[in-house]
C-alpha cells in the first residue's frame, strides 16, 4: 500500500495540476468571449461570473481524462529516468501489479468523472440555461451605462443618470421606429424621468414609463409628423418567451436512462464513455511511458499524446454519427472503446515482454577444462 499511495500521488498531484492548467486556458478563451458580449450590452458583468462557473463541470469532465493521461506520462516517464522503476523491478514489484496500481489509480479518476458526468455537470448545465433564460428577459435598458448611447438595432438610447434610490433614469432620450400600416415611423422621445416596470404574467411584459416629456412621430415638415407633450407615457418593450429546457446535456442521468429519445440515448452513451475511456488510457499511458534514460522522458509522449487525440476524436466523430442516425445506436460508442481496448492490451502485452526479456537469465557458460 505504501507504494501505491507513492505512485498515486505522483499522478493525482500531476493530474490536478494539469487539469487547472488546461481549465484556466479554457476559461480564458469563454473569458474574452464573454468580455465582447459585455461591451455590446447583451449581458451583464456580474452574469458572466454565474455563468462560467455553472460551465467549470463540463469543461472539467472533457479535461480530466485528458489531463489524466498526461499526468501519467509525466509521473512515470519521471519514475523511469531517474532509474526508481528500475529499483521497484529489482525489489520484485512486477509489470502485473504495476498495472493493478495504475488501475486502482485509475478508479480514482474515473470514480471523480463519474460523479461529475451524471451528476454535477448536468445539474449545473441545467442552472446554467436557466440563468441564460433569465439574462435574456433583460431589456436594453438594464445595460444602460449613464453618458453613454446605446445603440441595439433602429433603436439608440441615453440617460444622464440614475436616482440612486428610487432607480429612475433621468434625462432620458430615445430614437426609435414603429412600424404602423406596414410604413416604418422614426420616433424620438425625451423625458425628464423614466423607470421600467415588469408585469408578473404568463408573457412577463415589460413596460417604459416616461414622465414629463415630449415624443416627436414622423417626419419633420410632413404631413404626419406629430409633436405630443405628456405627463405619463408608457411603451411596450419586447420580450423574449422563455423555452422549456430539455437539451440532452441538461438532464439528469436517471433521466436519460428513462428515456427512449435517440439524442437522450446519445447523451447517455456520451456520459459513460467519459468513465470508461479512463482505464482504457490508463493501460495505454503505463505501456508507453517506459523510456530509457538517455532518451529522455518525451521520447514516447508524441506517439501516445497521437494515440489519445485519435481516441477522443473517434468518440467525437462517432457521437456526431449517432445523433444524425447515421450509426446504430445498438452499436454506438462501444466498438471504438473496444478497439482500443484491444490496442491496449497489445501494448501491455508488448510491454510486460520486454521486461520479462530484460530478466531473463543468460545461459550458464560450462568450464571446457572439466
Not at 217 to 226: D, F, L, Q, S, V
Request: hydrophobic share 45%.
Amino acid at each position: 500500500m505504501r507504494l501505491f499511495r507513492y505512485l498515486a500521488k505522483e499522478v493525482l498531484v500531476s493530474t490536478a495540476g494539469v487539469t487547472l492548467i488546461l481549465l484556466l486556458v479554457i476559461l480564458s478563451g469563454r473569458f474574452s468571449n464573454y468580455l465582447g458580449r459585455i461591451a455590446e450590452g447583451k449581458m451583464t458583468f456580474e452574469f458572466l461570473f454565474v455563468i462560467l462557473g455553472y460551465h467549470i463541470p463540463s469543461f472539467i469532465q472533457m479535461i480530466l481524462p485528458l489531463a489524466f493521461f498526461l499526468s501519467l506520462l509525466l509521473a512515470f516517464g519521471r519514475l523511469y529516468i531517474e532509474n526508481e522503476m528500475s529499483v521497484l523491478f529489482s525489489s520484485g514489484v512486477s509489470k502485473i501489479k504495476l498495472a493493478g496500481y495504475t488501475l486502482g489509480i485509475a478508479c480514482i479518476i474515473s470514480l471523480t468523472s463519474a460523479s461529475i458526468n451524471f451528476w454535477l455537470a448536468p445539474f449545473s448545465e441545467y442552472r446554467a440555461a436557466e440563468a441564460s433564460q433569465e439574462q435574456n428577459q433583460l431589456s436594453a435598458f438594464d445595460f444602460l451605462i449613464p453618458g453613454r448611447f446605446e445603440g441595439n438595432g433602429q433603436r439608440t438610447i441615453h440617460i444622464d443618470s440614475f436616482t440612486p434610490n428610487e432607480g429612475w433614469m433621468n434625462q432620458i432620450f430615445l430614437s426609435d421606429v414603429v412600424r404602423k400600416k406596414n410604413v416604418s415611423i422614426p420616433t424620438q422621445t425625451f423625458a425628464a424621468y423614466a423607470e421600467q416596470i415588469r408585469v408578473s404574467s404568463e408573457d412577463n411584459q415589460n413596460y417604459l414609463i416616461f414622465k414629463n416629456g415630449t415624443r416627436y412621430e414622423g417626419k419633420p415638415g410632413t404631413a404626419n409628423y406629430r409633436i405630443t407633450q405628456f405627463d405619463t407615457y408608457a411603451v411596450r418593450m419586447a420580450t423574449k418567451d422563455n423555452s422549456v429546457i430539455d437539451e440532452p446535456y441538461t438532464k439528469s442521468t436517471l433521466s436519460l436512462i428513462k428515456s427512449t429519445a435517440l439524442l437522450d440515448k446519445v447523451e447517455l452513451q456520451w456520459r459513460i464513455s467519459l468513465v470508461v475511456v479512463i482505464p482504457i488510457l490508463a493501460i495505454i499511458g503505463l505501456s508507453l511511458s517506459q523510456v530509457n534514460p538517455r532518451q529522455g522522458r518525451f521520447f514516447k509522449m508524441l506517439p501516445a499524446i497521437i494515440l489519445m487525440i485519435l481516441y477522443i476524436a473517434l468518440l467525437i466523430w462517432g457521437r456526431t454519427g449517432l445523433e444524425k442516425g447515421k450509426l446504430p445506436i445498438q452499436l454506438g460508442l462501444w466498438w471504438i472503446h473496444g478497439v482500443f481496448a484491444l490496442i491496449a492490451a497489445a501494448l501491455f502485452i508488448q510491454y510486460n515482454q520486454v521486461f520479462e526479456r530484460r530478466k531473463a537469465r543468460l545461459p550458464e557458460v560450462t568450464d571446457s577444462n572439466e
